[in-house]
């Protein structure tokens, strides 16, 4: 599905990435950790083709995305850290936008497909910028999901939201890999973390797999092991 | 090509979701435009350099009256009235009103003045200058009051000429017609005054009268201090909204094209409604039609690129800041110190020559040439080009900073 080898990023003198590689199938759920600043977002960032990499390659289905930048908004489904929203527009004119390009008919999501899953129908005529920040986050990944992409990446989605939003977006996650959805995803949450079926470190620019997938405080024993 | 539409579609929808806190805060600072305005314009036209100068004439004690007549005669010709007056006073406050500054010259007419010129005596009248710091006026009036003998004594030595001819060869009733139709000549060409001054109107507003000066100007600041008003709809996006947006490959100087379209259609047709209704309230208020400049086609395409110019500098102010509230503080800086280094605030020609000389670089500049280009329906295609040529440079600056931006990230 997801085939990513030696991908190096550097910004002048520094080297954020060091060669990451991994490769992800249908139906699994990536999880990617590590320090602030470690790098995470550059990664997501390069593996949904808005910043380039140094160097390395990307297969999205055996295709060099590389070479062919349209795969990568046909592949991934990408919801950045901050929300990418236009705030003066309604939910419903910020879903228009994000599906004008899809198949998809947004009437009938509303009413039964991501939009309707995550209550947005209900608050369609509502300015962006005077949403909560769980409803923004959701119509993100709404938007995300807008040319159904097979693969979603998410960049903490969790952080600052209540727990019944978070509970709401990991429910949905599960659903949507159980569907053969890919996802990868970078979270400091305990909760978005335990049902992964891969983890990787990223520190110092190496990404490592942590094969027993630890979590809570298991987890910070490893990532100050391997800052030592 | 649909998502470039339905984003240009978004960013007008937007703007226009914006009216109503525009127009109050444009008409907060139209108040403070107009204020600025009034102030300007009454400095210029309350300005002592528009005043006229005083000139004492001393006439003698016991003078005669065609003296007096004489001198009430000349002060009442249009081009010397729109310069001096004449005020008539002893030597004595004459001579103070000289020490003091406030009389720039005096004209000491002697006895018999008016006799004189008649049977060809010709006592010249003594014009008494200050000693020290005679003024540009002072020097306007003995220029004045020199051609003015000149003539005289041009006409004089004429009919004293053809006089002396007829004398001479004894030609019956010479003298009384030929001194007829010389004084004929000679008055029609003295008295029409306009022979002596070839005007040349020298304005520090160009060919805009001072109230058309401030409304260029005006207009150029209440747009530009509007621009703190869509502070929220041409502030810079969140890295995550120009992120997705690079994934859908609409570049982020299409998104800021459409911002401004946005703004610029908000403006002008709030310009152009107020404009209707000027239009129509003179049919109740005739006293409109005075005022209401009539424009056409060109200068209303031209008003749309005004506005559109203005935004873009101010896109690109809030692009290069930091932080909405440094671009506010940027914006309100740099507008008011760039209006008044092109001469919004005081007409250029009155500023130092080095300011003139930054001012030609400034947008502003050619943001006012533009604007009255349109009140006159005069606007040139240079100017027109400038103006885009201008607003090009802002929005490529604005996107080579975002990009800048998102490659530091």
Known sequence: MIQVTNICKNYGKNHILKGASFSAKKGEYIAIVGANGCGKSTLLGILSGSKKSTSGNILYDGKDAMKNQKLFSDYVGYVPQDNPLMDKLSVLDNLRFWYCESARDLNEDLKTGVPARFGLDSYKNYPVEKLSGGMRKRLSIACALAKNPPILILDEPGASLDIICKEDIKYYLKTYIKNGGTVIITSHEESELDFCTRMYLLQNGILTELLDKPVGQKLIERMIAFHG | ?409
Not at chain 2, 22 to 38: K, S
Not at chain 2, 283 to 291: A, E, K, L, S
Request: aromatic content about 14%.
């Open chain 2, 1 to 409: 090509m649909a998502k470039y539409l339905l984003l240009l579609w978004f960013q007008i929808k937007a703007a226009f979701k914006s009216l109503p806190k525009l127009i109050c805060a444009t008409l907060i600072f139209a108040a403070l435009v107009v204020l600025v305005g009034f102030c300007g314009t009454k400095l210029l036209t309350n300005s002592k350099s528009s005043d006229k100068m005083d000139i004492a004439v001393v006439l003698p004690q016991d003078g005669d009256s065609y003296t007096s007549l004489a001198f009430s005669f000349l002060s009442e010709i249009e081009t010397i009235k729109n310069i001096c007056t004449f005020k008539q006073m002893s030597k004595e406050s004459a001579y103070e009103g000289l020490r003091n500054g406030t009389i720039y010259a005096v004209i000491l007419v002697p006895d018999d003045f008016i006799n004189h010129i008649i049977d060809g005596t010709n006592t010249p009248a003594n014009i008494i200058f200050p000693r020290s710091g005679i003024s540009t006026k002072s020097m306007l009036f003995r220029t004045l009051v020199n051609s003015g003998v000149t003539d005289i004594g041009a006409a004089q030595a004429g009919i004293y000429a053809v006089d002396d001819v007829c004398i001479d060869y004894k030609i019956k009733d010479g003298v009384v017609k030929s001194e007829e139709f010389l004084n004929e000549a000679y008055f029609s060409y003295a008295l029409d005054r306009s022979i002596y001054f070839k005007t040349n109107t020298i304005s520090a507003t160009g060919n805009l009268t001072i109230t058309k000066y401030y409304i260029c100007s005006g207009i150029v600041l209440l747009l530009l201090l509007s621009g703190i008003s869509c502070s929220d709809l041409l502030k810079r996006e969140n890295n995550a909204l120009s992120t997705s947006l690079k994934r859908r490959r609409i570049p982020v100087f299409l998104l800021f094209l459409f911002k401004i379209i946005g703004v610029t259609l908000v403006f002008f047709s709030l310009l152009i409604f107020a404009y209707l209704m000027m239009v129509l309230a003179q049919i109740r208020f005739p006293v409109i039609h005075n005022v209401l400049i009539y424009l056409n086609f060109t200068s209303f395409i031209s008003l749309f690129f005004l506005i559109f110019g203005v935004f873009s500098l101010v896109l690109f102010i809030f692009q290069f800041a930091n932080s909405q509230s440094l671009g506010v503080l940027i914006l309100f800086t740099f507008s008011t110190l760039m209006l008044f280094i092109s001469g919004g605030f005081i007409p250029s020609s009155l500023l130092p020559e080095a300011v003139q000389k930054i001012g030609l670089f400034l947008p502003t500049t050619y943001f006012i040439k533009l604007c009255g280009g349109i009140i006159t329906n005069t606007v040139t295609l240079g100017t027109f080009m400038i103006n885009a040529a201008f607003s090009a440079l802002f929005i490529c600056g604005a996107a080579f900073s975002d990009n800048l931006r998102q490659n530091r990230l």
